[in-house]
């Protein structure tokens, strides 16, 4: 498949699944009987709610229209109920359909960490923290984080999130209490990521691995969910401090880059905040008896 058709085939995918969550109640349309064929709305409803022809909604839909307009693409959203991650992700879907997008691709680096971004993460010495790009690589963490994430560092020295959660799922689940609900935003962002990229060769090459070992990849992959990385908070089990839940925030490191930086915000005083600093002793005698000179 080439570039084009890849474009094309995403807005064709995203506002089908989109299509298919509206029922024709929900857009405040008559009943039609009970033998519909279809899953949601029709394509000539959806026309027919925007306001714009059936053929041009259909052009639209397979990523043949061009240059729709903002008004055109505004009243779309508003009929699919498209939310502000999903909407900006159509705009880029849309947008990467041009030609002037096709120019400006670029291959993705290797996301480097500079020396100032490694030494903000070691200066937080209270508080895990790590940087993630796009894809869920781990392309640094402070002493703290790698602590919090001990069970994937065991087993990669530069683990990737996303393959632990779907490659190593018994052990994730360990980890992960919550794991349906991480595992589906973490797919929802790479969709976001390959809106963004679509031409990263090492994003394509991860969605490829993941969709072809793990089931629960390929159903979620298929929903076509999309969602930003926003603060929050995440639940870990972890083998020496038991079950916490920790706030955190995402920071975004620049704004050409997906490159973010997370970092978990127990507030003083609390049970979680005991239990990191628990965390961060027993990582400190651990380090003195792999090396005692320190």
């Known amino acids: 498949m080439d570039e084009q058709e890849a474009a094309r085939s995403a807005v064709r995918e995203f506002l089908t699944t989109r299509r298919a969550r509206v029922t024709p109640a929900d857009a405040g349309l008559p009943p ?8 949601g709305l029709r394509r000539e409803e959806v026309a ?14 397979r990523g043949q229209a ?44 290797k996301d480097p960490v500079s020396p100032g971004i490694r030494l903000l993460l070691d200066s937080m010495d209270h508080l895990p923290a790590m940087v993630f790009n796009g894809r869920f690589d781990i392309l ?7 602590a919090l994430l001990a069970p994937m560092y065991d087993l990669h020295e530069q683990p990737n999130c996303a393959r632990f959660l779907f490659l190593e799922e018994p052990r994730a689940r360990d980890l992960f209490p919550e794991w349906d609900r991480i595992t ?12 963004r990229h679509p ?20 159903t979620r992959w298929a929903s076509n969910d999309v969602r930003v ?3 929050g908070t995440k639940t870990f089990r972890h083998p020496l401090i038991g079950e916490i839940t920790l706030p ?11 490159r973010i930086l997370i970092v978990h915000t127990p507030q003083p005083g609390t049970l979680e905040a005991d239990a990191i600093r628990l965390l961060a002793s027993w990582n400190a005698d651990n380090q003195r008896n792999i090396n005692p000179t320190a």
Not at 48 to 61: C, K
């Open 199 to 218: 031409d990263d060769p090492d994003l394509t090459a991860l969605i490829g691995q993941l969709a072809t070992r793990s089931p629960h990849f390929r």
């Open 48 to 61: 027919l709610l925007a306001g714009v022809s059936p053929e041009y909604y259909v052009r639209l839909e």
């Open 32 to 39: 039609q009987g009970a033998r519909r064929r279809v899953k």
């Open 140 to 146: 640094a963490a402070n002493t703290l984080g790698r």
């Open 229 to 231: 990385h926003r603060a």
């Open 248 to 258: 955190y925030e995402t920071l975004h490191i620049d704004a050409a880059s997906s």
């Open 66 to 109: 061009t240059g729709p307009s903002a008004g055109v693409v505004d009243a779309v959203a508003g009929v699919l109920r498209l939310d502000e991650d999903e909407r900006a992700h159509l705009d880029r879907l849309l947008a990467a359909l041009t030609p002037a997008a096709r120019k400006r691709r670029r291959r993705v680096g």
């Open 184 to 195: 589906a935003d973490t797919v929802a962002m790479l969709r976001i990521e390959a809106g």
